[in-house]
């Protein structure tokens, strides 16, 4: 019934003559997670719109050209297709989110297309592991079937709505560009599980490689166009290690993102695609530095690259901070604040037992509530292992302290750090380091750094540490 009133209140809006290019967005969002809403072209903000108790909210904007925009509503987000003079809803329910957005009002046909396309190739995923055991002949014949049959449905929709000449064209990539990140995804599945394979995917299979433009600016928001130019990149990137006879599905190695990082430099000629790969790369790159020597590799590439100076220095801070993680560095001697705000040195914490830290975000409880399964599970198997875990969100001890309370972690294994006034300004940075184990030997030198939960080779790692 409540949406129903906001529908009537757009039709109210649409039937007065408007003389100034705004645009009326309004609608409800059930289960609100955040007080607003905001709305972003081309990364720039353009307006933010106050959500009521109700959980309604209008406003008008002033949108002055046709164009695809993004609106967020922490920790949510999703495009929307805007006109200037347009009056648009949508309502959704954040539990499921892009399930449940609809919209009603001018632009709604385009806005529900692009909503249940988005759907349609998130269910990619569930077709590429249906399938990508069948011969690369078939599953091309299969990704043709899907391609042809959506744009039949854009067709049928055009005649009836008359879509205008930069929707439609939008929509013919996206679905385009879908078509093709199915095919690399299914290409790299091949590659890693079946290799004997590889032979059977042809140059033919790519055919649509050499008409690509891997420089289209107009797409630069789309989340199809950019995951097929990341899942290209990392085609390329395999397709040169088997060249060079080498075993190269690590994607998250050091060499894997250094040898992206040169393709991405080579292939995209528009600044805004590549320096958004390149800053990505960058900040993935610096995670997987494990020692002085790809450290300074990593320093020259920031050096080098045509990123702003805001970015470079952004970058360089995270690699100083990153410099002090480097494998085989000596931390015994680092500090640590207790949950009684009492100091403690790490060789104190270590007790000669090997000890892992583990590191945590109260802004995401998801993987919060993974850690602790996960750890549950390796104190039991590994007793001879100190387990402890170090928050890095607050500078604020009562904070963390009341975040300990709220969690009910247990303050006897909790940490936080210490920062001096000249490390203050890095410690932003290390929100890169959520979710990671740190493992260190008895005598205090760190063996393995910046370790995912979901390493395959965690376990092999901790017996390591052991040994």
Same mark, same amino acid.
């Given at each position: ?5 906001i529908l009537l209140?757009?039709?109210l ?19 609100p ?9 081309n990364?720039?903000?353009i ?15 002033n949108i ?6 993004t609106f ?11 006109n200037?003079n347009?009056?648009l ?13 609809t919209?009603?009002?001018?632009s709604s046909?385009?806005?529900?297309? /692009?909503?249940n396309? $988005?759907? !349609?190739?998130e269910?990619?995923?569930? #077709? @590429?592991?249906s %399938?990508?055991?069948?011969h690369?002949?078939s599953?091309?014949h299969?990704?043709?079937s899907?391609?042809?049959h ?7 929709l055009?005649?009836?709505h ?9 929509a013919?990539?996206?679905? /385009?560009?879908?078509? $093709?990140? !199915?095919?690399?995804?299914?290409a790299? #599945? @091949?590659?890693? %599980?079946?290799?004997?394979r590889?032979?059977d995917?042809t140059?033919?299979?790519f055919?649509?490689?050499n008409?690509?433009n891997f420089n289209?600016e ?12 990341d899942n290209y990149?990392?085609n ?14 690590? #994607? ?9 990082l040169a393709l991405?430099d080579?292939?995209f000629t ?7 790969f390149?800053?990505r790369?960058l900040e993935?790159?610096?995670?997987h ?7 300074a ?9 045509q ?6 220095k952004?970058?360089?801070s ?13 931390v015994g001697d ?11 040195k790490?060789?104190?914490?270590i ?5 892992v ?8 409880s998801a ?11 390796l ?7 100190k387990?402890?875990?170090?928050n ?12 300990l ?6 303050p ?5 750090l210490?920062?001096s006034?000249?490390e203050?300004?890095n ?9 990671r184990?740190?493992m260190?030997?008895k ?6 750094s910046n370790v995912?939960f979901?390493?395959?080779?965690l ?5 390591q540490?052991?040994?």
């Amino acid at each position: 019934m409540r949406f129903l009133v906001i529908l009537l209140a757009i039709g109210l809006f649409s039937c007065k003559k408007n003389t100034r290019e705004d645009t009326y967005l309004g609608g409800e969002i059930i289960n609100p997670l955040d007080s607003i809403i905001t709305v972003n072209h081309n990364n720039a903000f353009i307006d933010s719109i106050r959500i009521n108790k109700d959980g309604r909210f209008q406003k008008r904007l002033n949108i002055t050209n046709e164009g695809i925009y993004t609106f967020s509503h922490l920790p949510e987000w999703q495009l929307l297709y805007l006109n200037p003079n347009d009056s648009l809803a949508f309502r959704v329910n954040t539990r499921e989110f892009d399930e449940s957005l609809t919209f009603s009002g001018t632009s709604s046909v385009e806005n529900n297309f /692009l909503i249940n396309m $988005y759907l !349609m190739n998130e269910k990619n995923d569930d #077709l @590429i592991l249906s %399938y990508y055991k069948i011969h690369p002949k078939s599953f091309a014949h299969k990704t043709d079937s899907l391609k042809n049959h959506r744009i039949n449905q854009l067709n049928d929709l055009n005649e009836k709505h008359d879509f205008s000449e930069y929707f439609l064209n939008v929509a013919q990539k996206s679905i /385009l560009f879908e078509y $093709y990140d !199915m095919r690399e995804r299914y290409a790299f #599945l @091949i590659r890693k %599980y079946f290799p004997k394979r590889s032979d059977d995917i042809t140059d033919q299979f790519f055919s649509y490689r050499n008409e690509v433009n891997f420089n289209d600016e107009t797409m630069l928001f789309h989340i199809g166009y950019m995951r097929f130019l990341d899942n290209y990149l990392k085609n390329k990137s395999i397709e040169h290690c088997q060249l060079k006879n080498k075993s190269c599905f690590t #994607l998250n190695s050091f060499s894997n993102i250094k040898y992206r990082l040169a393709l991405a430099d080579s292939i995209f000629t528009n600044t805004l695609i590549k320096n958004k790969f390149h800053k990505r790369l960058l900040e993935e790159e610096i995670l997987h530095i494990k020692n002085k020597n790809q450290l300074a590799q990593v320093e020259k590439i920031i050096k080098d690259c045509q990123l702003s100076d805001v970015d470079k220095k952004d970058l360089k801070s995270s690699a100083n901070l990153q410099s002090y993680f480097l494998e085989g560095r000596f931390v015994g001697d680092e500090t640590l604040i207790t949950s009684n705000l009492d100091k403690i040195k790490m060789t104190d914490l270590i007790e000669n037992r090997p000890l892992v830290i583990t590191t945590w975000s109260n802004f995401s409880s998801a993987y919060l509530n993974l850690r602790e399964s996960i750890l549950s599970d390796l104190k039991q198997k590994y007793p001879e292992i100190k387990f402890v875990g170090v928050n890095i969100d607050y500078l604020n001890e009562n904070q963390w302290l009341a975040s300990l309370k709220k969690l009910e972690l247990n303050p006897k294994f909790e940490f936080n750090l210490e920062f001096s006034e000249s490390e203050l300004p890095n410690k932003k940075y290390l929100k890169n380091h959520i979710n990671r184990l740190f493992m260190i030997t008895k005598k205090g030198y760190l063996k393995f750094s910046n370790v995912s939960f979901s390493d395959k080779n965690l376990e092999s790692k901790l017996l390591q540490l052991l040994n």
